[in-house]
């Protein structure tokens, strides 16, 4: 079986969709899998899908939801529902666990690549690190969760799958640059721009990236557009650490070694 949760949450099982077309039975399995082998109580799935005010049939109707998980899963695997039970979606005190070897979800699958690909790094080992992390990113098929209406505990499981992303997709970049692919890392590097306007690593990561490829006045700008989206929307000003950067780019001869550290050695 595969239960996917880097994007909408898609279960399969030998080609055939799982995924349930009932909203809240839809919702009770994403914060299952989304916490898969750890114990979901009874409570935190009554107050995610009816928002901390559960009517007084709402055990029941999430007793009627489980038991459909239980009977779509063995449908599709050939099992009988008190096996599904025992083995897969147990009940376990006041809650529930869906039991998930690693290589049954996207979610370890990922993990693992990175954790992997962090280890390269370490050793300088960064052209195999960006094929490990290009792999990775490769899994994601959209906002986690997009098909479920999300409540304040997949909200939070949503964000950390957001995060979890960006942190690939800065390493991916920061692995590119050490590889000299640096019209790669302005390309990627400009989309996160454009989905973090005020994250500003991903913007020295531009600058690096466009410094390094012979295109200063452009890494000149991506400065200067992030400083006065930042001082006229949240009254601050850039970090000390991006504004050095700049600084250093102004420069007629600029500091190499700065530059060479923070990835952003030029072509010549």
């Avoid at 009940?91 to 049954?104: F, I, K, M, Q, S």
């Avoid at 913007?203 to 400083?227: E, F, I």
Wanted: glycine content about 6%.
């Amino acid at each position: 079986m595969e239960f996917r949760v880097l994007g909408p949450i898609d279960v399969r099982a030998q080609g055939r969709d799982l995924t349930p077309s009932a909203p809240k039975q839809r919702q009770v399995l994403a914060l299952l899998v989304a916490q898969a082998n750890h114990r979901v109580s009874v409570p935190a799935l009554l107050n995610e899908v009816w928002d901390c005010e559960p009517p007084r049939t709402a055990t029941t109707a999430l007793q009627t939801y489980i038991g459909a998980i239980r009977k779509a899963l063995a449908a599709a695997t050939g099992a009988r529902a008190g096996d599904i039970a025992a083995r897969r979606l147990v009940t376990d005190g006041n809650g529930y666990v869906l039991r998930l070897a690693e290589d049954e979800c996207d979610r370890p699958r990922f993990e693992r690549l990175v954790l992997e690909a962090r280890g390269l790094m370490e050793r300088r080992e960064a052209h195999t690190a960006t094929e490990v992390l290009g792999r990775a990113l490769a899994m994601w098929r959209g906002a986690p969760f997009a098909n479920v209406r999300q409540g304040s505990r997949l909200t939070a499981q949503a964000r950390v799958l957001h995060e979890t992303h960006l942190a690939a997709s800065e390493a991916r970049i920061d692995a590119l640059l050490l590889c000299r692919r640096f019209p790669e890392a302005v390309a990627e590097a400009v989309a996160l721009v454009g989905d973090h306007p005020y994250h500003e690593n991903v913007h020295a990561q531009l600058m690096r990236a466009l410094y390094a490829s012979g295109r200063r006045a452009a890494a000149l700008d991506v400065y200067q557009s992030l400083r006065r989206r930042m001082t006229d929307d949240l009254g601050i000003p850039p970090s000390p650490s991006t504004t050095t950067l700049h600084h250093v780019m102004l420069q007629d001869a600029p500091d190499q070694r700065y530059l060479a550290a923070a990835g952003a050695g030029t072509l010549l």
